[in-house]
């Protein structure tokens, strides 16, 4: 068995340049030859490209359900399965840690770390979603929503180590760590809640932090921990514009084989914690809405490109490594597409700004000159303003055989003038699936779908791409062409990644689904899942070709809006409490408009106010001001966390215009309920 092992496990390496140190301890159902997806992005440059093509473009057709698993919990997965030695290990929301067998779905341990929820207001928010977990020699390591990161061992699921990688009294970890040379990196979330960003490395065997790099400067009385912090503080303007914090690394980490180097992305510095506090801040606010690279052994800086401007947000996602001929020349280079639009190539080694193209019309900036690295801006005279998000954190795909990178996108209706108005709600935002190709700055092809938010993205050898959808639709289409080959209606909101991999000589291709993300908490449910696909069952779902397990539809069942108790106040007291539902950040976690899950969910999720129960609007006061709910996350607002909220402190009176507004909000739906059922009866 251990010789079997081995070998398949240096075929591998050979296969894809992996080191040998990802062998999992778990026991193996592999063959030598098969391919795994050992790391997040299956490669470290991140391209989500997998050499199988034993399921290609000509029998995808054939593709039949092999086995699924459901998975605990109301909060669907995000999270990028690790596929080493036939083993699945996948994350969960409140952190958890599944490890699946891959040839049937044997579960064969699940880890549950007991993430604590009622220490930060962020915590209880990043708790609900997980990004993936990493998996080094024999240890499968996750982040947790209050903090830690976490060392299991594979074979047994018993905690090995946990170091703290952030204050939980402040924020929590919503990321997948990555592997550098012997060292776990992880991140934390945060920058919209004053919390300072920072990227940490930890040795892999102790859990001992080797080094942390700081992406923007704190107290200017206490020094700077670098001479690149006292060069960035120059770059922030206002009195007390340290206490803003931000440029949080929570998700895109990139180590290069290449250069050696670790490249991030880091999230902006947010303003509204600063009109909380008082406190205004102008300036570039380095290191902020960067790309960083760092050196893997030590942390030492290199270079940086600032991506967002001063008024537009430009949250750093996914970053790609991959080799391009550039103008006649080969370039080794960074691939990236962050929020504001744009795709950007920048030279690995020395950060040069190498392109920069919009994948879709902005209306900030519609060109970058390329000597001074320099969005063109479009002055607000000509139109120019608030950019929605184009692309998300859900990751793209790079396929060297077709030249491509194919790109989970936002996009509006050209002839739809309030949608920007409406921001990520507003009618005429949908989604586009956009095979960008790097070289020629344009758009091979593309294909639109029903809502705005989706999957993420992998491309294969066997000329496929892959894709969930927010509708619950399982989709593959063709590469070259972005012709659909095969789709399945799953009947849940798909918020993950897909992943392919061979064990026992035959290809599979899993699918995490059920409606997920931290972006279920703060954005309108209708911009990421229809009422059908919000109530979908939690499942991994695993294809392979002639798979004879019959589907198992889900039955789903819309629940009825409750009857809400009666308004009993004017529409001034209803105005007030919308205003005081988004200063006390309840939009954060119940969803803009409370535009929510659509149901009074729990276990792990955050249930809809609109279909509250009597006995929850009895307990008002208990649950809003007492914290009769803050072990379940949700903290009593007449002694907020310090932190979250430094001044606020939520009167009665406060209390009663929210509740206004809650009820407001759930007669609208009620009636709207009603009003739909009658014309259905009138029609039939």
Same mark, same amino acid.
């Given at each position: 068995?251990?010789?079997?092992?081995i070998?398949?496990?240096?075929?591998?390496?050979?296969?894809?340049?992996?080191a040998?140190?990802?062998?999992?301890?778990?026991d193996?159902?592999?063959?030598?030859?098969?391919?795994?997806?050992l790391?997040?992005?299956?490669t470290?440059?991140?391209?989500?490209?997998?050499p =199988?093509?034993?399921?290609?473009?000509?029998?995808v057709?054939?593709?039949?359900?092999a086995?699924? =698993?459901?998975y605990?919990?109301?909060m669907?997965?995000?999270?990028?399965?690790?596929?080493?030695?036939g083993v699945?290990?996948?994350?969960a929301?409140?952190?958890?840690?599944?490890?699946?067998?891959a040839?049937t779905?044997?579960?064969l341990w699940?880890?549950?770390?007991?993430?604590?929820?009622?220490?930060?207001?962020n915590?209880?928010?990043?708790?609900?979603?997980?990004?993936?977990?990493?998996?080094?020699?024999?240890?499968?390591?996750?982040?947790?929503?209050?903090?830690?990161?976490?060392?299991?061992?594979?074979?047994?699921a018993?905690?090995?180590?946990?170091a703290?990688?952030?204050?939980?009294?402040?924020?929590?970890?919503?990321?997948?760590?990555r592997?550098?040379?012997?060292?776990?990196?992880?991140?934390?979330?945060g920058?919209?809640?004053?919390?300072?960003?920072?990227?940490?490395?930890?040795?892999?065997?102790t859990?001992?932090?080797?080094?942390?790099?700081?992406?923007?400067?704190?107290?200017p009385?206490? $020094?700077?921990?670098?001479?690149?912090?006292?060069?960035?503080?120059k770059?922030?303007f206002?009195e007390?514009?340290?206490?803003?914090?931000?440029?949080?690394?929570?998700?895109?980490?990139t180590?290069d084989?290449a250069?050696?180097?670790?490249?991030?992305?880091?999230?902006?510095?947010?303003?509204?914690y600063?009109?909380?506090?008082?406190?205004?801040?102008? $300036?570039e606010?380095?290191?902020?809405?960067?790309?960083?690279?760092?050196?893997?052994?030590?942390?030492?800086?290199?270079?940086?490109?600032?991506?967002?401007?001063?008024?537009?947000?430009?949250?750093?996602?996914?970053?790609?490594?991959?080799?391009?001929?550039?103008n006649?020349?080969k370039?080794?280079?960074?691939?990236?597409a962050?929020k504001?639009? +744009?795709?950007?190539?920048?030279?690995?080694?020395t950060?040069?700004?190498?392109?920069?193209?919009?994948?879709?019309?902005?209306?900030?900036?519609?060109s970058?000159?390329?000597?001074?690295?320099?969005?063109v801006l479009?002055?607000?005279?000509?139109?120019?303003?608030k950019q929605?998000?184009?692309?998300n954190?859900?990751?793209?795909?790079?396929s060297?055989?077709?030249g491509?990178?194919y790109?989970?996108?936002?996009?509006?209706?050209?002839?739809t003038?309030?949608a920007l108005?409406?921001?990520?709600g507003?009618?005429?935002?949908?989604g586009?699936?956009?095979?960008w190709?790097?070289?020629?700055?344009?758009?091979r092809?593309?294909?639109e779908?029903?809502?705005?938010?989706?999957?993420g993205?992998?491309?294969?050898?066997?000329n496929?791409? +892959?894709?969930g959808?927010?509708?619950?639709?399982?989709?593959?289409?063709?590469?070259?062409?972005g012709?659909k080959?095969w789709?399945?209606?799953?009947?849940?909101?798909?918020?993950?990644?897909?992943?392919?991999?061979?064990v026992?000589g035959?290809?599979?291709?899993?699918?995490?689904?059920?409606?997920?993300?931290?972006s279920?908490?703060?954005a309108?449910?209708r911009?990421?899942?229809?009422?059908?696909?919000?109530r979908?069952?939690?499942?991994?779902?695993?294809f392979k070709?002639?798979?004879?397990?019959?589907?198992?539809?889900?039955?789903?069942?819309?629940?009825?809006?409750?009857?809400?108790p009666?308004?009993?106040?004017?529409?001034?007291?209803?105005?007030?409490?919308?205003?005081?539902y988004?200063?006390?950040?309840?939009?954060?976690?119940h969803s803009?408009?409370?535009?929510?899950?659509?149901?009074?969910v729990?276990?792990?999720?955050?249930?809809?106010?609109?279909?509250?129960?009597?006995?929850?609007?009895k307990?008002?006061?208990?649950?809003?001001?007492?914290?009769?709910?803050?072990?379940?996350?949700?903290?009593?607002?007449?002694d907020?966390?310090?932190?979250?909220?430094?001044?606020?402190?939520m009167t009665?009176?406060e209390?009663d215009?929210?509740?206004?507004?809650?009820?407001?909000?759930?007669?609208?739906?009620?009636?709207?309920?009603q009003?739909?059922a009658?014309?259905?009866?009138?029609?039939?």
């Amino acid at each position: 068995m251990n010789t079997r092992r081995i070998l398949g496990l240096a075929l591998v390496v050979v296969a894809i340049g992996v080191a040998v140190a990802l062998r999992s301890s778990a026991d193996s159902t592999a063959k030598p030859g098969d391919i795994n997806w050992l790391v997040n992005g299956r490669t470290n440059d991140s391209k989500h490209f997998s050499p =199988l093509k034993q399921i290609n473009d000509q029998n995808v057709g054939n593709l039949g359900l092999a086995w699924y =698993l459901d998975y605990d919990g109301a909060m669907g997965i995000v999270s990028e399965p690790i596929v080493v030695d036939g083993v699945i290990y996948v994350s969960a929301p409140l952190s958890k840690v599944y490890a699946v067998e891959a040839s049937t779905g044997k579960l064969l341990w699940k880890y549950d770390p007991q993430i604590r929820l009622d220490q930060a207001l962020n915590g209880s928010y990043s708790a609900r979603t997980n990004g993936g977990v990493a998996v080094w020699n024999g240890k499968v390591y996750v982040g947790t929503g209050d903090c830690r990161l976490i060392a299991i061992d594979a074979a047994t699921a018993k905690k090995i180590w946990e170091a703290t990688v952030c204050e939980p009294q402040q924020t929590g970890i919503t990321g997948a760590p990555r592997v550098a040379k012997g060292k776990i990196l992880m991140g934390y979330n945060g920058s919209d809640d004053g919390v300072r960003g920072a990227l940490a490395a930890y040795d892999a065997e102790t859990g001992k932090e080797v080094w942390r790099f700081w992406t923007v400067p704190g107290d200017p009385s206490k $020094g700077f921990e670098t001479k690149e912090l006292e060069m960035a503080s120059k770059t922030w303007f206002g009195e007390g514009s340290w206490k803003i914090g931000g440029g949080d690394v929570w998700h895109a980490i990139t180590y290069d084989d290449a250069t050696g180097l670790v490249i991030f992305g880091t999230a902006g510095a947010d303003v509204g914690y600063g009109e909380m506090t008082g406190v205004k801040i102008t $300036g570039e606010k380095l290191f902020s809405q960067c790309i960083i690279a760092v050196k893997a052994d030590t942390g030492e800086y290199l270079w940086h490109f600032q991506t967002g401007t001063e008024n537009v947000h430009s949250e750093n996602n996914q970053i790609m490594m991959a080799d391009l001929m550039i103008n006649g020349e080969k370039r080794h280079v960074a691939m990236t597409a962050p929020k504001n639009g +744009f795709f950007y190539i920048l030279d690995a080694k020395t950060g040069r700004l190498l392109s920069a193209k919009p994948l879709v019309k902005t209306t900030w900036a519609a060109s970058y000159d390329l000597q001074t690295g320099r969005p063109v801006l479009i002055p607000a005279s000509q139109g120019g303003g608030k950019q929605w998000t184009v692309h998300n954190w859900w990751p793209m795909s790079y396929s060297s055989l077709t030249g491509v990178v194919y790109i989970p996108s936002t996009d509006r209706r050209s002839d739809t003038k309030t949608a920007l108005e409406a921001g990520e709600g507003g009618e005429g935002l949908f989604g586009r699936l956009i095979a960008w190709d790097p070289i020629a700055e344009t758009a091979r092809w593309s294909v639109e779908e029903q809502i705005s938010v989706n999957g993420g993205v992998i491309s294969t050898a066997g000329n496929l791409v +892959f894709q969930g959808q927010g509708t619950g639709e399982f989709a593959v289409y063709s590469a070259d062409a972005g012709k659909k080959l095969w789709s399945i209606q799953t009947k849940s909101a798909i918020d993950s990644t897909p992943v392919t991999f061979s064990v026992n000589g035959e290809q599979y291709v899993i699918t995490s689904v059920g409606w997920g993300s931290g972006s279920r908490l703060f954005a309108p449910g209708r911009t990421m899942a229809t009422a059908e696909s919000k109530r979908g069952p939690n499942r991994l779902y695993a294809f392979k070709l002639g798979g004879k397990v019959p589907f198992p539809t889900p039955h789903i069942e819309i629940p009825p809006v409750p009857k809400p108790p009666e308004l009993k106040v004017g529409p001034e007291t209803v105005n007030k409490g919308e205003k005081l539902y988004v200063s006390f950040y309840c939009e954060g976690c119940h969803s803009p408009g409370i535009d929510g899950s659509g149901a009074w969910v729990e276990d792990g999720a955050i249930p809809d106010l609109r279909y509250a129960s009597p006995e929850v609007h009895k307990d008002w006061y208990g649950i809003v001001l007492g914290g009769s709910h803050w072990s379940k996350g949700m903290p009593g607002l007449a002694d907020p966390p310090k932190f979250a909220f430094p001044k606020a402190h939520m009167t009665v009176a406060e209390a009663d215009a929210v509740h206004a507004y809650v009820i407001s909000q759930a007669w609208k739906a009620y009636k709207g309920e009603q009003e739909n059922a009658h014309t259905k009866r009138e029609n039939y």
